[in-house]
């Protein structure tokens, strides 16, 4: 991509990340540690990389994406509203009785969402039989979904998998969000997931491990997925979780907790600082 264009993802990734944090601080609670880490694989495949129409989020023909590990719904609906879905104020509302944004992605009520999902392993699996629908109906659409690491200790996640490889899905991509820390602690200490590269390729996987904070190498990696043919693809990426907000970042105890009045600003000087460097440097 040229230097145009990934100044224009960088800003938008900034602009996610403020969604992120206004959602959870006037929710009082949410996931900000796994929306903040995502916040690039969000931008890009809704900037980039889906074929999507917010003006008809039900075409039969768009791609569709299922966010596996649906706690971290803030960055999903951050990057929502930014596509022109809905209205950036309806994040103000998250989690809020009667408000169109819950604390899992609903299919049945948020415009651009494709599937419901919060039990985890539930969403790859949901995903799976998308990409095998798409299949059988000769249909040309792509299906993406973001898995976490902490859920890929899910024996579900291994099963869709295994059933993803065994049929060739190569109109799946599977993007795993390894940021190595779940709401236990470091993801190796509590479960152990590597090799994990090595894992998806037994089960019949392409694999390309990249910097998911890092819109280049995201770049390279979705360019192979769509060019893998007989196989489903899967994208490790690294990323650092609560990326952006410093203290947040690489710390488990974000994973699921909204900021006090005090670190909400803390949080909010340090992304419009962010941004303001983005857009004008």
Request: charged letters at 25%; a negative charge.
């Amino acid at each position: 991509m040229d230097a145009q264009e990934l100044k224009r993802l960088q800003v938008t990734a900034a602009k996610v990340r403020l969604g992120i944090l206004e959602g959870v601080y006037h929710a009082k609670s949410g996931h900000p540690g796994g929306s903040l880490s995502s916040a690039e694989i969000f931008t890009y495949l809704y900037f980039r990389e889906l074929n999507i129409d917010p003006k008809n989020p039900q075409d039969e023909n768009r791609d569709r994406f299922v966010l596996s590990k649906g706690h971290c719904a803030p960055g999903l609906y951050a990057a929502l509203a930014q596509r022109g879905f809905f209205p950036e104020s309806e994040l103000l509302k998250l989690r809020q009785i009667g408000a169109m944004l819950q604390g899992h992605p609903d299919m049945k009520g948020t415009p651009g969402v494709d599937m419901s999902s919060g039990s985890l392993g539930q969403g790859i699996s949901a995903a799976v039989g998308m990409a095998l629908a798409g299949k059988l109906d000769g249909k040309d659409y792509r299906v993406y979904t973001l898995v976490g690491d902490g859920e890929s200790e899910e024996g579900q996640v291994w099963e869709a998998a295994m059933f993803a490889g065994h049929r060739k899905l190569d109109n799946l991509c599977v993007i795993l969000d390894y940021n190595g820390l779940q709401i236990d602690g470091d993801v190796e200490e509590v479960g152990g997931l590597s090799p994990l590269d090595e894992k998806f390729r037994s089960f019949g996987f392409e694999v390309m491990t990249v910097d998911g904070n890092d819109f280049s190498e995201l770049e390279k990696a979705f360019t192979a997925a769509k060019a893998c043919k007989g196989k489903p693809f899967a994208i490790l990426a690294k990323t650092v979780k609560g990326k952006g907000v410093s203290f947040m970042e690489q710390q488990a105890g974000w994973h699921g907790k909204a900021p006090n009045a005090e670190q909400y600003e803390q949080a909010k000087q340090e992304l419009l600082a962010r941004l303001e460097v983005l857009e004008n440097g």
